[in-house]
T-cell receptor
Framework: AQKVTQAQTEISVVEKEDVTLDCVYETRDTTYYLFWYKQPPSGELVFLIRRNSFDEQNEISGRYSWNFQKSTSSFNFTITASQVVDSAVYFCALSEAVGETSGSRLTFGEGTQLTVNP | DTEVTQTPKHLVMGMTNKKSLKCEQHMGHRAMYWYKQKAKKPPELMFVYSYEKLSINESVPSRFSPECPNSSLLNLHLHALQPEDSALYLC???????????????FGEGSWLTVV
């Protein structure tokens, strides 16, 4: 069975601090995909990034960066120079196909509540 | 802005009421999903529609009845709900139901449901 662990339940930082959100996953699949989603208080789950198991290249998008390390089964997310608008719950997720034509299922971590204070 | 649109955004219903949640996407996606999310918990999969056919039911009680009238629309009919069914209901879609676990699932803003 697949599992995603986000050990940090809540993180509180002051604006402009850098913050890293941890994600550790378990899967027996050799091909898999990892995702990060952001959920602000409004409720919508906003897609941030997708990474496949064959691509260990780190990615940077503006203030966001992701560090994928297959050797440690981790896919950590760093926000540089955090802003108040970054306050949200962040979910790490692992995708599995559930059949030839049945779409895919996301296994979510429990989420990390990030609060950025002014 | 999300390309998965859900209505209503908020719904309060009594335990004897019948109501529906609606979801629409115009991205040409052929897989659509209903997720349920309780407070401070991750979303949980309820149903998956693949090419307008129900492909997965995660043992959801029959008081929740999904419907997919066409490739762009997904409904969730609600009847005789319990207070513990109060939650955020998220609709989502992905490009192709074919065995591609890497398809990104895009979510709507959700419908906040309160059962009184």
């Amino acid at each position: 069975a697949q599992k995603v662990t986000q050990a940090q339940t809540e993180i509180s930082v002051v604006e402009k601090e850098d913050v890293t959100l941890d994600c550790v996953y378990e899967t027996r699949d050799t091909t898999y995909y990892l995702f990060w989603y952001k959920q602000p208080p409004s409720g919508e789950l906003v897609f941030l990034i997708r990474r496949n198991s064959f691509d260990e290249q780190n990615e940077i998008s503006g203030r966001y960066s992701w560090n994928f390390q297959k050797s440690t089964s981790s896919f950590n997310f760093t926000i540089t120079a955090s802003q108040v608008v970054d306050s949200a719950v962040y979910f790490c997720a692992l995708s599995e196909a559930v059949g030839e034509t049945s779409g895919s299922r996301l296994t979510f971590g429990e989420g990390t509540q990030l609060t950025v204070n002014p | 802005d999300t390309e998965v649109t859900q209505t209503p955004k908020h719904l309060v219903m009594g335990m004897t009421n019948k109501k529906s949640l609606k979801c629409e996407q115009h991205m040409g996606h052929r897989a659509m999903y209903w997720y349920k999310q309780k407070a401070k918990k991750p979303p949980e999969l309820m149903f998956v529609y693949s090419y307008e056919k129900l492909s997965i039911n995660e043992s959801v009680p029959s008081r929740f009845s999904p419907e997919c009238p066409n490739s762009s629309l997904l409904n969730l009919h609600l009847h005789a709900l319990q207070p513990e069914d109060s939650a955020l209901y998220l609709c989502a879609s992905s490009q192709s139901p074919l065995r591609k676990r890497g398809n990104t699932i895009y979510f709507g803003e959700g419908s906040w449901l309160t059962v009184v």
